[in-house]
């Protein structure tokens, strides 16, 4: 089940078994084969940030098949082949050819991410996706976002990393696989609760929204070995990503979101505090019908592109 945090985690007392963190020295030995507590499997909790876990592997011949660590499917209720070894620093095997691999390898060990984060609203009729109505209603595109964010999660859940953490605006629904700390976005404006969420983080962290169903697990495998910090730009003019090697809000606080120059301003503030900045693929967000089409065209395999085309379907039956 994954948890549902009132405030940012504090680090635990016991030692972790390995450390992988910029500031710290990695063992580089593995740990015994042996099952973890039921505390510290995939699915019954996720460790404080800055802490390690233990996965427990893949079955060898003759074993039971049931593995408590790896996450399920939520349409499926199957597993997904997260991780095959004991070591969480592995990181996932490919899980389907992408365009952008080219741009990636997997991180070294010191320099992975420890958390990833998504930023999101509830999907609820009203609240979310509202530049997509009309031409759908408030539900239509309720469902819309709700797809958007389980591919986010999706891929999150893929990607190497530590902690996974969905700051969240509302309260998380059956959308939400396990695996994820929960928490609540603070007051303000957003720049300020970007600021938070990387405020509640030790070492690196990388952190996307929910308006980009299309990005895949190898965009979120960035390497810090050679910058300090990892930009998405977005098409509309803003960033779908955003990753910190030292956490810092103070870089995102008072920086004017939601224009056309959000993403300038911002890449500029990193470069200005003497920042290596890196790029990531420039992708589209979800914000109007055009742009729904568009994505659903870029990822016709997940869960965005699906839902879009049932919508589209509903639609002919309707007239």
């Given at each position: 089940?994954?948890?549902?945090?009132?405030?940012?985690?504090?680090?635990?007392?016991?030692?972790?078994?390995?450390?992988?963190?910029?500031?710290?020295?990695?063992?580089?030995?593995?740990?015994?084969?042996t099952s973890p507590p039921a505390s510290h499997s995939w699915r019954a909790s996720r460790l404080p940030c800055g802490a390690t876990?233990?996965?427990?592997?893949?079955?060898?011949?003759?074993?039971?098949?049931?593995?408590?660590?790896?996450?399920?499917?939520?349409?499926?209720?199957?597993?997904?082949?997260?991780y095959r070894t004991t070591d969480p620093l592995t990181g996932p095997p490919p899980l389907s050819p992408s365009p952008f691999s080219?741009?990636?390898?997997?991180?070294?060990?010191?320099?992975?991410?420890?958390?990833?984060?998504?930023?999101?609203?509830?999907?609820?009729?009203?609240?979310?996706?509202?530049?997509?109505?009309?031409?759908?209603?408030?539900?239509?595109?309720?469902?819309?976002?709700?797809?958007?964010?389980?591919?986010?999660?999706?891929?999150?859940?893929?990607?190497?990393?530590?902690?996974?953490?969905?700051?969240?605006?509302?309260?998380?629904?059956?959308?939400?696989?396990?695996?994820?700390?929960?928490?609540?976005?603070?007051?303000?404006?957003?720049?300020?609760?970007?600021?938070?969420?990387?405020?509640?983080?030790?070492?690196?962290?990388?952190?996307?929204?929910?308006?980009?169903?299309?990005?895949?697990?190898?965009?979120?495998?960035?390497?810090?070995?050679?910058?300090?910090?990892?930009?998405?730009?977005?098409?509309?003019?803003?960033?779908?990503?955003?990753?910190?090697?030292?956490?810092?809000?103070?870089?995102?606080?008072?920086?004017p979101m939601s224009t056309p120059a959000t993403g300038t301003v911002q890449r500029a503030r990193l470069v200005a505090a003497g920042?290596?900045?890196?790029?990531?693929?420039?992708?589209?967000?979800?914000?109007?019908?055009?742009?729904?089409?568009?994505?659903?065209?870029?990822?016709?395999?997940?869960?965005?592109?699906?839902?879009?085309?049932?919508?589209?379907?509903?639609?002919?039956?309707?007239?």
């Amino acid at each position: 089940m994954s948890r549902v945090l009132a405030d940012p985690p504090t680090a635990p007392t016991d030692p972790p078994t390995t450390s992988t963190g910029p500031s710290t020295t990695s063992t580089g030995s593995s740990t015994a084969a042996t099952s973890p507590p039921a505390s510290h499997s995939w699915r019954a909790s996720r460790l404080p940030c800055g802490a390690t876990r233990r996965l427990t592997p893949e079955p060898g011949p003759g074993e039971a098949t049931d593995n408590p660590a790896r996450p399920t499917d939520i349409d499926t209720d199957q597993p997904i082949d997260t991780y095959r070894t004991t070591d969480p620093l592995t990181g996932p095997p490919p899980l389907s050819p992408s365009p952008f691999s080219q741009f990636f390898q997997l991180p070294q060990e010191e320099t992975l991410v420890t958390t990833l984060l998504v930023i999101a609203k509830a999907p609820l009729p009203g609240r979310v996706k509202t530049r997509l109505t009309p031409p759908f209603t408030p539900h239509e595109a309720a469902r819309l976002a709700e797809a958007a964010l389980v591919d986010s999660l999706r891929a999150v859940a893929a990607a190497p990393a530590r902690r996974r953490v969905l700051v969240l605006d509302g309260a998380p629904g059956p959308w939400l696989p396990s695996g994820f700390d929960v928490v609540p976005q603070c007051a303000g404006g957003l720049d300020e609760r970007l600021a938070a969420a990387f405020a509640g983080c030790s070492g690196p962290a990388l952190l996307i929204g929910m308006d980009t169903p299309q990005v895949t697990p190898d965009m979120l495998a960035v390497d810090f070995a050679d910058c300090d910090a990892w930009f998405g730009p977005a098409d509309d003019g803003g960033f779908w990503a955003l990753g910190l090697a030292d956490p810092e809000p103070g870089l995102l606080r008072g920086v004017p979101m939601s224009t056309p120059a959000t993403g300038t301003v911002q890449r500029a503030r990193l470069v200005a505090a003497g920042l290596r900045v890196r790029d990531l693929p420039r992708l589209r967000d979800v914000d109007t019908a055009a742009d729904a089409v568009a994505v659903a065209g870029a990822a016709p395999h997940g869960r965005f592109a699906a839902e879009l085309a049932r919508l589209e379907a509903e639609a002919v039956v309707g007239r």
